[in-house]
């Protein structure tokens, strides 16, 4: 069966984990299903009661062998609740079954595999690179010159700065001695912590500053998409860090975005000012158009897991293209990229883009991820920028 040692590694930690750590009954149950499964066979009832309550089970335990598979689906039910929210593989125990049916999440599947790979994907964008310098010696030029949301970049020579967004580390004195790398979902710069440290002044005492960061997974796929799709030395690409950029550094240059809405840093304001904000309480996603503002927040609920991502793109006077990949969760840029960088999804979106009175425009869409090979995007709409960039744009 297709992901049996992952089948049985789920297998074990549903067994140890605090929902089952006093149903003794359950763990064995479940694990007895589990195994009878992965080697195909459908035991009966007398067949459970014997193997799992003992060589001669009392007959009273036969009738209740239904009783305890009833417990046991309310026992998984629990468990996905909380501590199973986000596993790859699902348990389920159907009605009229003696047998477990797995449910693959191929969102957190793929993301395991995404995490798995993350050290080498930024060598393998510079090898994709150098490769491509190779390769242009016999090509005039790639294919994304000729692709709307990137030829300005090769028409006009600017420089290309990359900005990766980045997450803001801090220390904590951990409850054992000593200090501990520790991350806060509303603390994404040194500014945010300091706002914190502020309101709560006794938490100074267990807070160090630093000037760690990390990329996440989107972050990291991101640059390796652009990196490779782009490079080749038609190019002149730089990367830096969300939390590294000044206004200094993007005068002169195209500028890609790609990261998280709370790693924006600096250009927050600027995505404001277009009509993209993001609000980190509730997750929403606030698009203004021309004449409403739409709200639109992340969804999940373990098998299902929306996003709502945001393409924009605005021209200045002097020919320099800004472009902004942003989204919530991992899967909402990693599965936009994806898309984005498939020729016939570029054209999807050029069509719409063109029924505007401007090159410049914005866009939100819609990922969801639920059981399948792949994620599900929908352009739900897009609008022209009508804001004078050239005034807040440097």
């Not at 509730?282 to 945001?310: C, F, P, Q, R, V």
């Amino acid at each position: 069966m297709k992901h049996t040692n992952k089948i049985k590694t789920y297998c074990s930690k549903i067994i140890e984990s605090h929902c089952f750590a006093k149903s003794v009954v359950n763990k064995e149950l479940l694990r007895y299903l589990v195994d009878n499964t992965l080697a195909g066979n459908t035991p009966t009832e007398l067949q459970i009661a014997y193997d799992v309550f003992g060589k001669n089970p009392d007959p009273d335990k036969d009738h209740n062998v239904r009783i305890y598979i009833l417990n046991l689906r309310k026992k998984l039910q629990a468990y996905y609740e909380k501590e199973g929210l986000n596993d790859e593989i699902k348990f389920e125990i159907p009605k009229g079954s003696y047998q477990v049916t797995f449910h693959y999440n191929q969102l957190e599947l793929f993301k395991s595999s995404l995490y798995r790979k993350a050290p080498v994907i930024l060598i393998v964008s510079l090898i994709l690179c150098i490769s491509g310098v190779i390769l242009s010696l016999n090509s005039s030029s790639p294919p994304a010159a000729k692709q709307f949301l990137w030829k300005e970049l090769y028409k006009h020579k600017h420089p290309v700065l990359i900005v990766v967004g980045d997450h803001y580390f801090f220390r904590l004195k951990s409850p054992l001695g000593g200090l501990a790398l520790s991350r806060h979902t509303n603390i994404n710069s040194l500014d945010d912590l300091n706002e914190r440290m502020d309101e709560n002044p006794t938490s100074k005492e267990d807070i160090v500053i630093t000037t760690q960061t990390f990329i996440d997974r989107q972050s990291n796929f991101g640059l390796y998409k652009i990196a490779s799709s782009l490079g080749g030395g038609f190019l002149n690409m730089k990367m830096k860090y969300a939390s590294e950029v000044t206004w200094e550094d993007v005068k002169g240059h195209h500028v890609i975005f790609v990261g998280s809405y709370k790693a924006l840093r600096i250009f927050k304001p600027v995505m404001k000012k277009i009509g993209i904000s993001f609000e980190l309480e509730n997750y929403t996603t606030h698009y203004t158009t021309n004449d409403s503002i739409i709200d639109l927040k992340t969804e999940s609920d373990g098998y299902l897991t929306a996003d709502y991502t945001t393409i924009s793109r605005f021209v200045t006077s002097d020919d320099r293209s800004v472009i902004t990949f942003l989204s919530n969760r991992e899967i909402g840029n990693i599965a936009t990229l994806k898309f984005i960088f498939d020729a016939a999804n570029l054209e999807d979106l050029e069509e719409k883009v063109d029924e505007l009175s401007t090159d410049n425009f914005k866009s939100i869409i819609k990922i969801i991820g639920k059981e399948t090979t792949d994620f599900k995007i929908d352009i739900l709409r897009v609008d022209p920028i009508n804001t004078d960039v050239d005034k807040f744009w440097p």
